[in-house]
């Protein structure tokens, strides 16, 4: 099926560092969202998008919805250990829309 | 949002037998979802569990392979059927209530076909 393009897919980082990841895709989307998922656990909703531009933060976390509202992009800043997880993005393509597509995630692992 | 409790949380099957699996709500929701996450894989959906009617099944999977009740608007169960080693995976129940943030995820069943 239809998945959004995420990178990177993994990413190396100390303790401390900021981490950027984003989603892309041909089709446009209504929502996008990005979820973290730990071990033994379900996806857990951090940031939802709704418009063109929209910036939105959640503590350290921050993400932006792509004007052209093909991508997204997802920061972290100074990260600490539990931190650690993989991210998924997810997107919505119409209004309506009740299914999401979902990236292929990106594994954060930190170096304390 | 809504909290969602699924079952079983882990198992260990034998190939060629049937597991069913429930997602219980504790609100009414619209829409429930099943995805399956194979190992070190992203999401995939399954099926839209419809109340009262038949689920709508994505392409590459099918309602023998994998049946699907709703009985009502708080309960739904997937069956994985005749399952193989192919089958192991993680089955994740979702719901969708009022806006985006009704997307929630179950903590999924880790199942290991042997």
């Known amino acids: 099926g239809q998945q959004l393009n995420q990178s990177p897919q993994s990413m190396f980082i100390q303790e401390g560092e900021d981490v950027s990841m984003n989603c892309t895709s041909s089709s446009i989307f209504n929502t996008w969202l990005w979820y973290k998922q730990d071990p033994g656990e379900g996806p857990v909703l951090l940031i939802a998008?709704?418009?063109?531009?929209e910036l939105t933060s959640n503590g350290r976390l921050t993400a932006q919805f792509g004007i052209t509202r093909k991508d997204s992009f997802l920061n972290i800043s100074a990260s600490i250990p539990s931190d650690v997880g993989i991210y998924f993005c997810a997107g919505q393509r119409f209004q309506g829309a009740q299914k999401l597509v979902f990236g292929q995630g990106t594994r954060l692992t930190i170096n304390p | 949002s809504a909290v969602i409790s699924q079952k079983p949380s882990r198992d260990i099957c034998q190939r060629g037998t049937s597991l069913t699996i429930q997602c219980q709500v504790d609100s009414q929701v619209t829409m429930m979802f099943w995805y399956r996450q194979q190992p070190g894989q992203s999401l995939t959906l399954i099926a839209t569990a419809n109340q009262g009617s038949e689920a709508t099944y994505e392409s590459g999977f099918v309602i023998d392979k994998f049946p699907i009740s709703r009985p009502n608007l708080t309960f739904s169960t997937l069956t994985v059927s005749n399952m193989s080693p192919e089958d192991s995976s993680i089955y994740l129940c979702?719901?969708?209530?009022?806006?985006?943030?009704?997307?929630?995820f179950g903590s999924g069943t880790r199942l290991t076909v042997v």
């Open positions: 979702s719901v969708k209530g009022q806006g985006a943030y009704g997307y929630t």
């Open positions: 998008l709704y418009k063109a531009g």
